[in-house]
C-alpha cells in the first residue's frame, strides 16, 4: 500500500531543527567575534574577522582549574553512584526477602524528595562533618540524589536478564560477587552507560551544591564559574559565550563515545 508523504510533520521537523540549532549557532558564531564586532555586525551574521581573542581571556582566567574541579566531582560521583546502584539493584531484583521489597520502595519514595527541599539539612550536615567549602560536600550529596533514579533504571534493565543465566553460574558455584562482575555487568552495560551519561550531566550542570556549599575560588566548578564570567565580563558577550562553548566540549565528547550504548540502554524494551 502506499502512503502519502507526512508534509506537515516534516514541515514541523524542520521547524523545530532551527529552533534547536540558531541558538547553537549564535554561542559559536558570538564567541568568535571581538568585543567590539559584536556590536557592529549582525547577530546571526558569519564574523568577518573571526578571532579566539574571547577564548585566550577565558583560558586566562583560571577557567582549567573549575574544569579540573567539574572534571573530580562527576568522575567521582559517577563512579560511586553507579557502583552502589548496580550493587543494590542487584539486591533488589535477586533478593527474596521483606527488605529487599522494602529497599526498593525506600528508592522509589527518593525520587519523590525535591532537591531544594533539602538543601537546609544538607548544609547543616556538611557543616557539622567539617566538609564545608571543599569539593567532597559536592560529591556525597549529589551521590545521594543520583542514587534513586539510578537504582530504579538498572533494576528495571535487570529483570530482563533470563533466571536461567543465574541459576547455571548457581551451578558452577559463582557466588553473588562474581555474578555481579561477570554476568549482571556485561548483560546491563547498556543501562549502566545510560545511567552514567545521565547522573554525569546533572552533576557537571549541577548549580545549586556548588553555589551554597562552597565558596572559594579554589573549590569553584564550571556552572559557578560561568555565573562569576558574567560579573567578569559584565560587557564581553563573546568571552561569556566562549566559556559556553568550552564547558559543553567534554559533555559532547562523553556523548560521542556513549551514543551507542546510550541508544541502546534508551531504547531497551521498546521491541517488547
Sequence with gaps: ??????????????VWLAVVLVPV???VVTSLRSQRGFYDANPLSPPVDATLDAYGDVLASHFWRYFLNSVVVTAATVAIA???SLMAAYYVVRGTSWFSRLTYRGFLLGLAIPLQATIIPVYYLITRAKLYDTLLAIILPSVAF???LSVVILANFLRDV???LFESMRVDGAGDWRMLFSLVLPMTRPAVVTVAVYDGLNVWNGFLFPLILTQ???QRVLPLALWSFQGQFRVNIPAVLAAVVLSTLPVLALYV??????VSGLTAGFGK
Design 216 to 218: 572559594s575560588s579554589d
Design 1 to 14: 500500500m502506499r502512503t502519502r508523504p507526512n508534509y506537515a510533520g516534516g514541515l514541523a521537523g524542520l
Design 146 to 148: 543520583a542514587i534513586p
Design 25 to 27: 549557532y549564535y554561542v
Design 162 to 164: 533470563p533466571n536461567e
Design 257 to 262: 563515545l556513549g551514543r551507542r550504548q546510550l
Design 82 to 84: 553507579v557502583t552502589v
